[in-house]
């Protein structure tokens, strides 16, 4: 997930990693003028994620798009990187289970979890009965799964 402006925190406990370091100065700007906008990096899982950003532009009355392909690569702090060696170890045989539409690291207070996400098709106490109650220590949790999407 890559965030506009200065998040305090990535939602589920992944250290933020900022892409570029300059204050906001962006909005109307006269001709010849130039801004700078942060961009933060709040990774959802580990691995390397992918977005754009498209800037559109007017000179006159007629925009002119230009589109920045983003890549970023997740580090989770110390303490989640365990959990998330775990969840990388037991995704194929979770994702085999019907319905789960994905298995994330789902920090909690002291806890850390294993997250089952059920699609909207399926049963949440079926996903749980078949899931196990625990993988490698990590208490293993089955909600509904929630679409994630950042707009501009």
Do not use: W
């Amino acid at each position: 997930m890559f965030l506009f402006g200065s998040p305090n925190n990535c939602p589920n406990g992944a250290e933020k990693r900022p892409s570029l370091l300059f204050p906001d100065s962006c909005g109307k700007l006269a001709p010849g003028q130039s801004c700078k906008q942060n961009i933060e990096f709040c990774p959802e899982q580990s691995g390397s994620s992918r977005g754009q950003v498209k800037v559109i532009t007017r000179e006159g009355t007629k925009p002119r798009t230009t589109t920045f392909d983003l890549l970023g690569d997740a580090i989770y702090s110390p303490e989640l990187r365990p959990a998330d060696e775990a969840r990388r170890r037991h995704l194929d045989e979770l994702k085999k289970i019907p319905h789960v539409a994905d298995v994330v690291i789902d920090p909690k207070d002291h806890d850390i979890f294993i997250d089952d996400e059920v699609d909207e098709d399926g049963s949440l106490d079926k996903v749980r009965r078949a899931a196990p109650p625990k993988i490698e220590g990590y208490e293993v949790e089955v909600t509904r799964y929630i679409e994630r999407s950042v707009g501009l």
